[in-house]
């Protein structure tokens, strides 16, 4: 089974500031996909982004982007100009390409103060 | 919008009654998903339906069970709810099974079950 931890429970940041959130895995496998979900308070899990592990660029989607580390197996998710909405608990995981199946990290809680 | 929905958002049920949670998508994702998920905590897979084939993870208890009658509608069926079942219950999709690099899971907005 893959294990997948994030070191960090929660995280402040300063409304504008950028903030990194730090993930881990561990698989011996080659081919798997990452992911950043997003579940804000009372509100649906939504994907922020996605690594495919073949590919050595990381993935940017507007202020979020990554830290892909494939020999390290870390996966670093950077939240740039933070804003009061991108309050919530951010979780990282993991699936094999061949399978269905995500493991989640434990997540961490990240806070915006004004 | 396409989307994930979940009814209803919030269910109380007492200890040992059956309940039934509901989840509807109107993405016509192959597959349909059904996690736990306990505060504070990572969503733990209870089962999924690829189509109409069920798979259950090894370690669902059985007091959990699920029913997809047609591809819109997957259900969650807790037979006798004890303390422990409180949780989030969140229902999710996938286009296909293996998701390949342009497919993910979707997530409904998650029903809050209390067991009294």
């Known amino acids: 089974a893959q294990t997948v931890t994030q070191s960090q429970p929660e995280m402040s940041v300063q409304e504008a500031e950028t903030v990194t959130l730090s993930c881990t895995y561990d698989?011996?496998?080659?081919?798997?996909?990452l992911f950043w979900y997003k579940q804000p308070p009372s509100r649906q899990m939504i994907l922020v982004i996605r690594?495919?592990?073949?590919?050595?660029q990381n993935a940017t989607e507007n202020r979020f982007s990554v830290n892909f580390q494939k020999a390290a197996k870390s996966f670093s998710l950077k939240i740039s100009d933070s804003q009061l909405g991108d309050a919530a608990m951010y979780f990282c995981a993991f699936k094999r390409s061949n399978d269905y199946k995500l493991s989640f990290g434990a997540g961490t809680t990240v806070t915006v103060r004004a | 919008d396409a989307m994930v929905i979940q009814n209803p958002r919030y269910q109380v049920t007492q200890f040992g009654k059956p309940v039934t949670l509901s989840c509807s998508q109107t993405l016509n994702h192959n597959v349909m998903y059904w996690y736990q998920q306990k505060s504070s905590q990572a969503p733990k897979l209870l089962f999924h339906?690829?189509?109409?084939?069920?798979?259950n993870e090894a370690d669902t208890p059985d007091n959990f069970q699920s029913r997809r009658p047609n591809t819109s509608f997957c259900f969650l069926d807790i037979r006798s709810p004890g303390l422990g079942d409180a949780a989030m219950y969140l229902c999710a999709t996938s286009r296909d099974i293996r998701m390949d690099s342009t497919d993910t899971q979707y997530f409904g907005p998650g029903t809050r079950l209390t067991v009294l």
């Open positions: 339906y690829y189509d109409k084939d069920f798979n």
């Open positions: 690594q495919e592990a073949y590919k050595q």
């Open positions: 698989t011996s496998e080659s081919d798997y996909y």
